[in-house]
């Protein structure tokens, strides 16, 4: 019988040291990957506030400004110097694009998160929480924190997104545009009338949603059994979790397997009480059954 279920997020690896921040990554992939960092800068919405809201960005791929920059390699079938290449350049040139903007990104994403350090108990013990390592855990992170400094058991922890241990498809990062609800950027071609290699590179492009799409209903389908577990809960405790829009189908499936009108909230927030008030009342809890705290504070 399980009473008591801890939701941890990115918060609470960065109140215990360790430097994971999507900033950090912003830094990381600059130095490891500047072909695919400018390709950010360039194709991404990309602004001051990009980092801090980044798997939502995802879905802000411009692709209308990467069509028009790739028509560059539209030459014409008439042109006098024509090459066999040229049935290809444009495809080639798009999808170079989206390949850097999903697969190397996702890698070096995975290469950023293999480097991230815990620190020792001994040097952070001012940040320790109170925390019961038999309960049972659904961890938005990567890392091993809830093992290294809490000793929680991996057979408590539910690594909703993958871990470290992982290989880069392993990881579960994106945004929660469904592309099947955005439909394809062929939708109202004209093939008839359209340049076969500019269908080819719509479909091209409609690969990008697909690739950085976060598939919550599938991970939440495949994990069915262990929300099923949950209906015994007696309260739960949500550590350094955002509430951000794109993770909120998991916080709903949770609800839907408890007794939600018996079950007690304990929800963490930084420096934007009133921003996490907002995102949890999303959820439709009664206010009596959650209190809000400093992570500090728990």
């Given at each position: 019988m399980i009473s008591t279920l801890y939701i941890i997020g990115n918060g609470f690896d960065i109140h215990h040291g360790i430097h994971s921040n999507y900033s950090d990554f912003g830094k990381f992939l600059a130095a490891h990957d500047k072909e695919t960092f400018d390709l950010v800068g360039k194709y991404l919405a990309f602004d001051d506030d990009f980092w801090s809201d980044f798997e939502s960005r995802l879905a802000d791929f411009d692709a209308a400004s990467l069509i028009e920059d790739a028509s560059d390699f539209l030459v014409s079938y008439a042109a006098d110097h024509w090459r066999e290449s040229y049935n290809h350049d444009y495809q080639f040139e798009i999808r170079r694009v989206v390949e850097a903007l999903s697969v190397n990104m996702k890698a070096r994403f995975a290469d950023w998160i293999a480097q991230l350090s815990v620190p020792p108990r001994s040097e952070i013990e001012d940040k320790l929480v109170r925390l019961d390592p038999d309960a049972t855990f659904i961890n938005f992170n990567y890392t091993p924190s809830l093992g290294k400094l809490y000793d929680v058991a991996d057979s408590h922890i539910l690594h909703i997104h993958g871990s470290s241990k992982m290989a880069?498809?392993?990881?579960?990062?994106?945004?929660?545009?469904?592309?099947?609800?955005?439909?394809?950027?062929n939708k109202r071609t004209n093939f008839e009338e359209t340049d076969t290699r500019e269908i080819e590179g719509n479909y091209i492009v409609d690969e990008y949603f697909k690739a950085t799409f976060k598939p919550t209903s599938d991970i939440i389908l495949s994990n069915r059994s262990f929300f099923e577990s949950l209906s015994s809960l007696d309260r739960i405790f949500v550590m350094g979790h955002s509430l951000a829009d794109v993770d909120l189908p998991y916080f709903r499936e949770i609800i839907r397997d408890i007794r939600a009108s018996n079950v007690t909230w304990k929800v963490s927030y930084y420096n934007d009480l009133a921003g996490i008030q907002r995102q949890f009342s999303q959820l439709a809890i009664d206010d009596a059954l959650v209190e809000f705290a400093h992570l500090q504070d728990f």
């Open positions: 880069s498809d392993g990881l579960v990062l994106g945004h929660g545009w469904n592309p099947k609800e955005k439909g394809s950027l």
